[in-house]
């Protein structure tokens, strides 16, 4: 299993980001998927998460109605689309998904948010 995230960088407050995560080495219809977050010196928090047809997605309160969730099955990915950024958004984020018993975790792409 490979998740491989990308799309991260510096945006000024108020900016825009899309997060991407290329997945590999299991039937990625088949997952739910999850994208979290963490700062420095605090737990990972899950941002959002996606079922594996699409049709079911949701957010922490904190990102409700900036960030949406999308993938794509056809091309093993997950998006992450962030709007609105604010400085407490700037965080490493993870593309995580649970299979074959266990967890995988990409190796994570930085979000900067400052003027």
């Known amino acids: 299993v490979q998740l491989v995230e990308s799309g991260g960088g510096l945006v000024q407050p108020g900016g825009s980001l899309r997060l991407s995560c290329a997945a590999s080495?299991?039937?990625?219809?088949?997952?739910?998927m999850r994208w979290y977050r963490q700062v420095p010196g605090k737990a990972r928090e899950l941002v959002a998460s996606?079922?594996?047809?699409?049709?079911?997605?949701n957010f922490a309160d904190s990102v409700k109605g900036r960030f949406t969730i999308s993938r794509d099955n056809a091309k093993n990915t997950v998006s992450l689309q962030m709007n609105s950024l604010k400085p407490e958004d700037a965080a490493v984020y993870y593309c995580?998904?649970?299979?074959?018993?266990?967890?995988?975790w990409g190796q994570g792409t930085q979000v900067t948010v400052s003027s």
């Open positions: 995580y998904v649970r299979c074959f018993g266990r967890d995988y």
């Open positions: 996606i079922t594996s047809s699409g049709g079911i997605t």
């Open positions: 080495g299991f039937a990625f219809s088949n997952y739910d």
